[in-house]
Each structure stands twice: as C-alpha cells, then as structure tokens.
C-alpha cells in the first residue's frame, strides 16, 4: 500500500492515517507531496481525485479521505484494532471520529498545526472556548466510560486517537489551557513512538510555509533539518 501525505510540518489530515498505519503496524510506503509549490496541485491531483492529501493507493483502489482509510484499514486488516472490539465503545469512538472531522472548526482555523514551534498563549476567543469545552468533556467522556484497558481514548491507541493527534499538538503549541486529565492524554499521544517518529521527519523538512507562521510569537523554535525554502501560499 502507498500513502501519499502532504508537508509532515503542517498536514493534519495526512497525519491521522500515517499515524494510525504506524502505531498499529500497518506496513506501508509513503510519499511526501509539499504543499502550495507552483506543481503541488497537479502533482495531488495525480494521485487523489481531490488534489488533497492524504490518500491511500492498494493496488487498483485509490482512498482520498482520512476517514475512509480508516475505515478499509478497519476492513482489511480487522485483527489490528483499528476501531474498539466492543460495540458500544466503537460506535462512541466512530461518532467520536466523525465529530473531529467535521467540527472543532475555530480550534482548527485559529490554531493551525505546525510541530517545529511553540507560541506564546493568547486569548483565542469564545469560539475556541466553546470547542475546548466540548473537546475536554468528550474525551472525559470517552477515557470514563471506556479508556480502562490503557492511556488512551478507547484503552489502546486506535482510528479515535489517530482522529485526535493533530488536535493534542495544537493545544500543546498554542499552550492552550487544559485539565490535569486531559494533559494526562495528550501526553500519551505526545510521547506515542509514532507521533515521536512523524514529528522527527518533520522537524527534518526544509520548507516552511509563510501562511502558517504570520501572526505568532514564537516562543520555541525546534526544526532540526538543514536551510529551509520559505515560500507563500501559491494557489493553483
Ligand atoms: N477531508 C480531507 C481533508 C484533506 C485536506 O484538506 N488536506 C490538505 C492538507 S492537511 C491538503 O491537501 N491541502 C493542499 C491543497 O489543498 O492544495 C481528509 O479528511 O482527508
């Protein structure tokens, strides 16, 4: 199978599926498509109908939504624990699932994922409040009724979690304010070997993105990688 992802920097959607593939041992080979370069969009778009990354190639069949990968890795490889192996908890961790993608809107437009920075807290307004809110009550929800058997949402890391990942590297960035209990999960995420090894590769890549930087005080900077190209949001 072939993932394709874009910018290991920035693309949180690539980050779901590529994290899920490598916690639960799904061998892959994976591609990295930078984002906004004069080419990217085509070169998207010959591997995804959408020209949007992620996107799983197997064989014949090309999936081009992080949740549908989820879904057929769920299928194809039912012994891996994609999803819970108990009903209830995986209807909460699919409606969970569904949720992020779908919500959570000001957290992610005001807060962009970007792993080589940590940025000075700030006021992010009411919207984002309302997010954090929901958010934290969730997975409470979710760890209450269901986390026993491990750290994470559902006991052991899975699709929910995956979900998720993106939205704990955010929160821990923007150093948003959170409960003891909800920094007691995204510490499980964070510390997670496979988030481990996606943040090392991005940290590693040389492109940074204008957009993505604008309007933040960096309080840490971690890129480890050589000379990086900065470069605008070229729009296809
Ligand atoms: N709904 C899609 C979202 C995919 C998406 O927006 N990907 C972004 C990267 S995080 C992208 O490819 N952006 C590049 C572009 O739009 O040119 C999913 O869940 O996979």
Redesign the pocket.
């Known amino acids: 199978m072939k993932l394709y992802v ?2 290991k920097l ?5 980050l ?2 590529w994290i899920l593939m490598t916690a639960l041992d799904i061998p892959f080979e994976e591609t990295v498509i930078p ?2 370069f004069p080419d ?2 085509a070169r ?1 778009l010959d591997v ?1 109908p ?6 799983l190639v197997d064989g014949d069949i090309t999936i ?6 989820m879904e057929y890795l769920h299928e194809r490889f039912p012994e891996k624990g994609v999803w819970p192996a108990d009903a209830k908890a995986r209807a909460h961790a699919r409606a969970a699932a569904n949720e992020m ?1 779908a919500g959570f809107q000001a957290l992610r437009n005001n807060c962009p ?1 970007n792993l080589a920075k940590r940025f000075a807290p700030r006021d992010l307004g009411s919207d984002v409040a309302d997010n954090m809110r929901r958010l934290e009550g969730l997975w409470a929800d979710a760890r209450r009724r269901f986390g026993g058997g491990g750290q994470f949402l559902y006991g052991t890391f899975g699709a929910a979690d995956a979900m998720f990942a993106p939205v704990v590297t955010r929160l821990d960035t923007y150093q948003v304010p959170v409960s003891s209990e909800t920094r007691r999960y995204m510490d499980a995420v964070l510390s997670h070997p496979a988030l481990l090894k996606w943040r090392a590769d991005a940290l590693q890549e040389p492109w940074t993105i204008d957009h993505y930087e604008e309007g933040w005080a960096a309080v840490e900077t971690f890129h480890t990688g050589a000379a990086r190209t900065n470069h605008p949001r070229h729009k ?1």
């Open positions: 874009a910018n920035y693309s949180s959607w690539s779901r599926p984002m906004y990217s969009k998207m995804s959408t020209g949007k990354m992620p996107c081009w939504e992080s949740l549908a990968i993608h994922m296809a």
